[in-house]
């Protein structure tokens, strides 16, 4: 059910109510829960981890992808440096914490989050996303590694 | 030869042999047969037609008050009907029941269905001008009410998957919304094919990564 109590058709954002059995993911929770685990493992207990590489894209390609340095920034989190695990990856920490966001949003409040765009802003928006996407990729592979 | 009694008027329907239940209506209301799917609904204020619209929807707009019982409502080919005589959309209160309420007095005009008040009009969405007088169309052709699925995205993050665990994760959880608004009709369908694709490449990729660290581990 719509929240911003505005009419359904014109809306923009809406912030729709959702039951707690379509909040809840289980097989996708689960994964990030294990993957959390891992993470949470390779930190406390694996003290040499500087030739660990838990990419598969890496592994076949020798090429960072996109979303490497996800256990360099998690030990950065862990050491309190925030800006040097933005440093890490960028787009990785915004679009955690965006993820994180989503997450309380709907299992912290029952709610979930509704754009509706026209054709000529999602168009854009999708252009500005590919071209974030693209840039923050080249960085990693630059500086990163 | 079986026979269906209709759930929302009561009717008998006999069915031939091979005539499914899934796909039959009623001869007299037009009320599907099958008790699993969901009744779609024309809204029409003066000349003014909108929908095709799920029966919840229809319900949520008259929670928002953005409908009301003064204008007519018609199942897909069924016949027009003011709000009051639509029990299952305006369920009486008890109390009132027996005793006839005054007439209310009438509202003032309405914008357009789906204007907001106040707002320039917008594209009319899936506006039709019919009398309603006369039975309404059959429609055949999709909703423009449905959502536009995004089965080539998740397709994408669930390629994209097989190379790094974030867009697995995303993907399986977009298919799992988008698959269920398919289901119950909240969403074009047409997407359905590569949203289900996205989805187990999503899963595998979730897989491929849980090995690739099982053997980095080891």
Redesign the interface.
């Known amino acids: 059910m719509s929240e911003s109590g505005h009419g359904f058709f014109g809306q923009r954002v809406r912030l729709e109510r959702i039951s707690r059995r379509r909040a809840l993911h289980m097989g996708p929770l689960l994964a990030v829960f294990v993957w959390g685990t891992v993470v949470l493992y390779v930190l406390l207990f694996v003290p040499d981890r500087e030739g660990l590489v838990l990419c598969s894209f890496k592994h076949l390609t020798g090429v960072a992808c996109p979303t490497c340095g996800g256990l360099r920034q998690a030990s950065q989190l862990m050491e309190g440096n925030v800006w040097g695990a933005f440093l890490t990856n960028p787009l990785l920490l915004v679009a955690g914490c965006a993820v994180l966001a989503v997450l309380v949003l709907r299992l912290g409040f029952g709610r979930t989050l509704h754009l509706e765009l026209s054709d000529e802003a999602r168009r854009q928006v999708w252009l500005w996303a590919g071209a974030v996407f693209l840039a923050n990729w080249l960085y990693v592979i630059t500086w990163v590694g | 030869m079986p026979e269906l009694t209709c759930t929302h008027c009561g009717a008998s329907n006999a069915l031939a042999e091979d005539q499914a239940a899934s796909a039959a209506r009623c001869i007299r209301c037009a009320h599907p047969l099958d008790a699993e799917a969901e009744l779609r609904y024309y809204i029409a204020q003066g000349a003014h037609i909108q929908g095709p619209y799920l029966a919840s929807r229809v319900r ?2 008259i ?2 008050q ?1 409908v009301r019982p003064d204008m007519q409502f018609s199942l897909e080919g069924g016949a027009w009907r003011p709000g009051p005589e639509c029990p299952e959309l305006f369920p009486a209160p008890a109390a009132e029941q027996d005793v006839p309420a005054p007439p209310p007095p009438l509202p003032p005009p309405l914008p357009p269905l ?4 106040g ?1 320039p009009s ?1 594209e009319p ?1 899936s506006e039709r001008h019919y009398s309603t007088d006369a039975p309404p169309p059959t429609p055949v052709a999709p909703s423009t009410q449905l959502r536009p699925h995004r089965g080539t995205l998740i397709l994408v993050l669930g390629i994209c998957s ?8 995303i993907a ?2 977009l298919a ?2 988008d698959l ?1 608004a398919m289901k119950s009709g909240a969403m074009d369908r047409s997407g359905e094919g590569n949203t289900s694709a996205g989805r187990i490449l999503g ?1 595998v990729g ?1 897989g ?3 090995l ?2 099982v053997m ?2 080891g």
């Open positions: 949520e707009l929670a928002e953005q789906g204007q907001v008040p707002t917008e969405r097989l190379f790094c665990f974030l867009p697995g994760i399986w959880v799992n919304e269920e899963i979730i491929l990564w849980a690739v660290t980095e581990l």
